[in-house]
């Protein structure tokens, strides 16, 4: 199995920028994809962004030029880079890594952004 550990969330004011970590630890495939969601109450859970092993990347359009998802391969880890935040970014923030086979789940961060 695959444990997911995210960190880096909180609470910043619109316009402002945080910085999400995800680290991945145990049975480690080379070919994987790894990505955010983000879920609000009573909300369905959101893709936001995933990347690819080889970097390629996509996005939802409401965080297109804003978010930046990154990973660092040798160290199995995946980062989301927030910036512009806006009120309705705010939400639970998780880390998912998937195979062809498998999927995994981070416990999630919370990310509240208010004045």
């Known amino acids: 199995q695959v444990q997911l550990v995210e960190s880096g969330g909180g609470l910043v004011q619109p316009g402002g920028s945080l910085r999400l970590s995800c680290a991945a630890s145990g049975d480690i495939f080379s070919i994987n994809t790894m990505g955010w969601y983000r879920q609000v109450p009573r909300k369905p859970r959101e893709w936001v962004a995933s990347?690819?092993?080889?970097?390629?990347?996509n996005y939802v359009d409401s965080v297109k030029g804003r978010f930046t998802i990154s990973r660092n391969n040798a160290k199995d880890t995946v980062y989301l880079q927030m910036n512009s935040l806006k009120p309705e970014d705010t939400a639970v923030y998780y880390c998912?890594?998937?195979?062809?086979?498998?999927?995994?789940w981070g416990q999630g961060t919370q990310v509240t952004v208010s004045s």
């Open positions: 998912n890594y998937r195979t062809a086979v498998y999927e995994y």
């Open positions: 990347i690819a092993i080889d970097g390629r990347t």
